[in-house]
């Protein structure tokens, strides 16, 4: 066994104090601590990633089931797709909120790699972040939320769900248009409002989600894959 050096028991030291320097060193095989840590942090994160999928399951069951629904006869009223549509923001909502539980812990294991396995397996780039033991150890002191409801909205419409509420927008318009026996504007009327203000309403909220979605911002959520860096404009 390797005799233990001054960086072993001094974490203050602050030339050898990266716990990635000795990664691949017997002291920091499979059975430390710091590995139990990381496989704890990437368990979290694969609990979330399912609550996650899960919502999204339900969300595209639901879809097909009122599209099946509204499509298997001429006279289902055209509306019960906008009732889905309605369900289809609920769930995005909820799974905004998970998605932003899910960035706490997919933030910590991506400190991890980047900090502790990428720097002991090549440690000519360099520590990633100076300060990664100290913002963990904060963040393992008093955990908060990283990202704002409307940024966790808009990974989560950009995902998917923007995809979802297009295809009801369009069985939708379909439905009106080739399935009522009114033509339009006045197949799209829903009790005493006229067909004209329910198609301006809907393609307003359609352009609110793709304005939430695509809107230039700068990115909070933890290494989320852009077409840019995490932290840069668009």
């Not at 066994?1 to 000795?22: C, F, L, N, Q, Y």
């Not at 089931?65 to 549509?85: E, R």
């Amino acid at each position: 066994m390797a005799k233990r050096s001054a960086k072993d028991i001094d974490p203050t030291d602050a030339e050898h104090r990266e716990v990635g320097a000795g990664l691949l060193e017997e002291q920091m095989g499979p059975s430390s601590s710091l590995a139990h840590l990381y496989r704890g942090e990437v368990h979290r994160m694969q609990v979330w990633r399912e609550r996650l999928d899960q919502t999204t399951n339900w969300a595209v069951i639901v879809m097909s089931a009122i599209l099946t629904w509204a499509f298997s006869s001429q006279n289902n009223p055209h509306y019960i797709i906008l009732l889905g549509t309605t369900a289809l923001v609920a769930f995005l909502f909820i799974e905004a909120h998970r998605y932003r539980g899910y960035d706490i812990w997919r933030g910590r294991v991506r400190m991890f790699q980047r900090n502790v396995f990428a720097y002991g397996l090549d440690a000519s780039g360099g520590l990633e972040d100076p300060d990664w033991r100290s913002k963990l150890g904060q963040d393992y002191r008093r955990p908060v939320i990283k990202i704002s409801l409307e940024e966790s909205i808009a990974h989560r419409l950009r995902r998917i769900y923007l995809f979802l509420f297009t295809v009801m927008l369009g069985a939708w318009g379909t439905h009106v248009v080739s399935f009522a026996p009114q033509p339009w504007p006045d197949s799209a009327a829903i009790g005493p409002l006229p067909g004209l203000l329910v198609t301006g309403i809907i393609v307003a909220l359609y352009l609110v989600a793709v304005g939430i979605a695509f809107r230039p911002r700068t990115w909070q959520a933890e290494d989320e894959l852009h077409e840019q860096a995490v932290g840069s404009h668009r």
